[in-house]
């Protein structure tokens, strides 16, 4: 199916910046919606990001202004920019992303996640 696999989780210092990368595989046909999330410990998972195929990108207001997604099609590749970090935005970062895979011979949807980055914003 399709797996998707983050990478540049770390520590860093308040104001710091950080890249996220996810890279999709598999046999996929067509991505449509990449996205991040975030889990902080003891709350729920939440949107932080998000971009269609066509480029049109979302954000959470706590993240509006610091954070950019961006996609490389290309590549099947989500990236998350993310400067003037505070201490609030210490989680495990989730990549997702929806679309089609399969093969000339058959056609399905999926839906998946990746395993998980951890960013950590302290002094």
């Known amino acids: 199916q399709v797996q998707l696999v983050e990478s540049g989780g770390g520590l860093v210092q308040p104001g710091g910046s950080l890249r996220l990368s996810c890279a999709a595989s598999?046999?996929?046909?067509?991505?449509?919606?990449m996205a991040w999330y975030r889990q902080a410990p003891g709350k729920q998972r939440e949107l932080v990001a998000a971009?269609?195929?066509?480029?049109?990108?979302n954000y959470a207001d706590s993240v509006e202004g610091r954070f950019t997604i961006s996609r490389d099609n290309a590549k099947n590749t989500v990236y998350l920019q993310m400067n003037s970090l505070k201490p609030e935005d210490t989680a495990v970062y989730y990549c997702?992303?929806?679309?089609?895979?399969?093969?000339?011979?058959?056609?399905?949807?999926?839906?998946?996640w990746g395993q998980g980055t951890q960013v950590t914003v302290s002094s």
């Open positions: 971009i269609t195929s066509g480029g049109s990108t």
């Open positions: 997702s992303a929806d679309g089609t895979y399969g093969s000339r011979l058959y056609e399905s949807d999926f839906g998946s």
């Open positions: 598999g046999r996929i046909l067509s991505l449509n919606t």
